[in-house]
């Protein structure tokens, strides 16, 4: 069985990831007080999670059922209208390589034009490479097999996605 440690270079600044010590400090230049919130896409469930610009952290919010990847646009209306995020990001599914995934990624990308669309709220697309299994390795460490529910998964995904997209904005 193949470890995700075993993949994975210990510091993310060796997978071209900005040095989270740099970034900190090129941060405190260009800190502002935005609120984001941040979507796993998936065809039966979408995860989100929210995060403050600040302080460059995520927490889970809610995953929200989907039906062949449409889900109740009430109930992220709802979701919306209580947190008032500044800025929205879906996670664009690829390959290892970065390549688009056919079908998939079409429709994250549908599922963004959407929410711009039907909200009025800026979105942007960031890549989610890996982020199911750094989502699931965290989740099993904070609480075993217990906590790898798939609602739990979608909504750690969407974490890991909005903290990569801070960091790639202090890079």
């Not at 071209?16 to 260009?30: E, L, S, W």
């Not at 979507?39 to 039966?44: E, H, L, N, R």
């Not at 449409?70 to 995020?85: G, R, S, V």
């Not at 995904?157 to 202090?170: N, P, Y």
């Amino acid at each position: 069985m193949l470890c995700l440690a075993s993949i994975l270079p210990s510091y993310p600044h060796k997978l071209g990831m900005p040095n989270p010590f740099t970034a900190r400090r090129k941060r405190q230049d260009t800190m502002t007080s935005r609120t984001i919130i941040a979507f796993d896409f998936g065809t039966k469930s979408i995860g989100s999670a929210i995060g403050q610009e600040v302080t460059g952290t995520a927490s889970p919010l809610k995953a929200f059922k989907a039906k062949d990847g449409i889900p109740n646009w009430d109930d992220i209306e709802a979701m919306l209208k209580e947190w008032q995020p500044d800025l929205i990001v879906v996670g664009l599914p690829t390959d290892l390589h970065g390549k688009a995934l056919e079908d998939i990624t079409a429709r994250a990308k549908k599922f963004a034009n959407r929410i711009h669309g039907r909200f009025g709220l800026q979105v942007e697309l960031h890549d989610e490479r890996l982020s199911t299994a750094e989502a699931r390795a965290e989740l099993f460490e904070m609480g075993g097999y217990k906590a790898l529910s798939k609602g739990n998964i979608d909504c750690q995904s969407a974490v890991v996605i909005l903290e990569s997209w801070f960091e790639t904005q202090w890079a």
